[in-house]
């Protein structure tokens, strides 16, 4: 059968699954639960802003789902990469290693912290960091001085964090990333934003690097319309991102007093409030997820057009975006022309950060990997959707 035949049958099955002759998103919120009983409440509270206990339930509720010790909510995914980076002290002229296949938030995050982003390969099994590159990235690249920070030899600046990306909800290798950049005191900062729901050996990802960030963007496995928060277990931590993300104030019964340049970074309690009723249904919502995962790798692997892309060894994915893996570009070119003509949305990965015109002069390691996912991978229809 040709590629077309392919493509024909792959919109004629997603029409099937989502029980929909109407356009189908990559990914759409699902209210189910008390969303609307919930925000009713908040608004009838008059606490709708960044103070209300609907924030400090939901922070409650992401702690205990992630198992962290301390949760802080903010604004947005991108407003706790920023502070994150920013606690960790990252600063003018710094370094931060990342990869390229990302969202541009995690680069945008880098740069308003004055810095730059460094990118190194990927992994093809999980889509995340590779520490084997990073590795042979920093031997060749860096050295620990008197004053114990890492330097690169190259561009002569402090390589001062490292953000691995859990892509599309698969987990990276955190665990081994953490124990090279300890070797060279970077700070791991783990962007999690889109792996809620997802597991490593049992532990939720976020929880390796000094902090980790979530998102709630509309897009995301539980959404608060906009939003984000951070995850640690170092106390300190927790205290310090609170007050950051409030514009630095400190308490007093009157006064407004504030003792550095703070951020206007926290969530407020309306969004809470609709976090607390999606977080209520996120368990159900990566089951969903999951059977359709299944789903798909089990019709996929009645083609030779294209391979279902699965969650890497001893990993526990939510499977936020499902991706297939296509011959080359000009196939994927193809697939994805013709969905979307067919009103089934599909999206190529992230754009290569280093690709970019404000990130393309940024030091690079050999980044085979990433281009190669670049060009023959795929996102399609992932909503948490009954396949009953």
């Keep these: 059968m040709s590629n077309c035949d392919f493509i024909d049958a792959f919109v004629a099955k997603v029409r099937e699954i989502f029980k929909t002759k109407e356009f189908i998103p990559l990914h759409a919120p699902r209210f189910a639960g008390q969303e609307k009983e919930l925000i009713l409440e908040t608004l009838e509270s008059t606490f709708v802003s960044s103070v209300g206990e609907c924030v400090d339930k939901f922070e409650q509720d992401i702690a205990r789902y992630t198992?962290?010790?301390?949760?802080?909510?903010?604004?947005?995914?991108?407003?706790?990469?920023?502070?994150?980076?920013?606690?960790?002290?990252?600063?003018?002229?710094?370094?931060?290693?990342?990869?390229?296949?990302?969202?541009?938030?995690?680069?945008?995050?880098?740069?308003?912290?004055?810095?730059?982003?460094?990118?190194?390969?990927?992994?093809?099994?999980?889509?995340?960091?590779?520490?084997?590159?990073?590795?042979?990235?920093?031997?060749?690249?860096?050295?620990?001085?008197?004053?114990?920070?890492?330097?690169?030899?190259?561009?002569?600046?402090?390589?001062?964090?490292?953000?691995?990306?859990?892509?599309?909800?698969?987990?990276?290798?955190?665990?081994?990333?953490?124990?090279v950049c300890g070797r060279y005191n970077i700070a791991v900062i783990e962007d999690a934003a889109e792996s809620l729901g997802s597991l490593t050996d049992a532990e939720h990802t976020g929880r390796v690097g000094l902090m980790g960030v979530l998102s709630f963007n509309g897009n995301k496995i539980i959404t608060t319309g906009g939003g984000g928060a951070l995850i640690t277990d170092d106390a300190a931590f927790a205290k310090r991102l609170k007050h950051l993300t409030t514009t630095a104030k400190q308490p007093h019964p009157w006064l407004f007093q504030h003792d550095e340049v703070g951020f206007n970074y926290r969530l407020p309690n309306l969004n809470a409030a609709l976090g607390l009723a999606?977080?209520?249904?996120?368990?159900?919502?990566?089951?969903?997820?999951?059977?359709?995962?299944?789903?798909?790798?089990?019709?996929?692997?009645?083609?030779?057009?294209?391979?279902?892309?699965?969650?890497?060894t001893g990993a526990r994915s939510n499977y936020w975006l499902n991706a297939i893996l296509l011959q080359d570009r000009e196939a994927r070119d193809e697939f994805l022309g013709r969905t979307n003509e067919c009103g089934i949305m599909t999206r190529p990965m992230w754009t290569?950060?280093?690709?970019?015109?404000?990130?393309?002069?940024?030091?690079?390691?050999?980044?085979?990997?990433?281009?190669?996912?670049?060009?023959?991978?795929?996102?399609?229809?992932?909503?948490?959707?009954?396949?009953?």
């Design 352 to 388: 290569p950060m280093h690709t970019l015109p404000m990130y393309q002069n940024c030091q690079c390691s050999s980044l085979d990997n990433a281009e190669l996912i670049e060009n023959t991978l795929v996102n399609i229809p992932s909503s948490a959707v009954s396949l009953q």
């Design 278 to 312: 999606q977080i209520a249904q996120l368990d159900d919502f990566v089951v969903k997820k999951r059977d359709l995962a299944r789903y798909y790798a089990d019709w996929l692997d009645k083609w030779p057009h294209a391979t279902f892309f699965t969650e890497p």
């Design 67 to 179: 198992g962290a010790e301390f949760a802080v909510a903010v604004s947005s995914g991108t407003a706790a990469l920023h502070t994150a980076l920013h606690v960790v002290g990252v600063a003018l002229d710094n370094e931060v290693i990342t990869t390229p296949l990302t969202f541009v938030a995690t680069c945008n995050a880098i740069s308003y912290c004055g810095a730059r982003p460094v990118f190194v390969d990927v992994d093809l099994d999980t889509l995340g960091l590779s520490p084997q590159s990073l590795a042979q990235f920093l031997e060749q690249h860096a050295e620990i001085r008197q004053d114990g920070l890492c330097w690169n030899r190259f561009s002569g600046k402090v390589i001062r964090a490292c953000v691995p990306v859990h892509n599309l909800g698969h987990p990276a290798r955190a665990e081994e990333i953490a124990k």
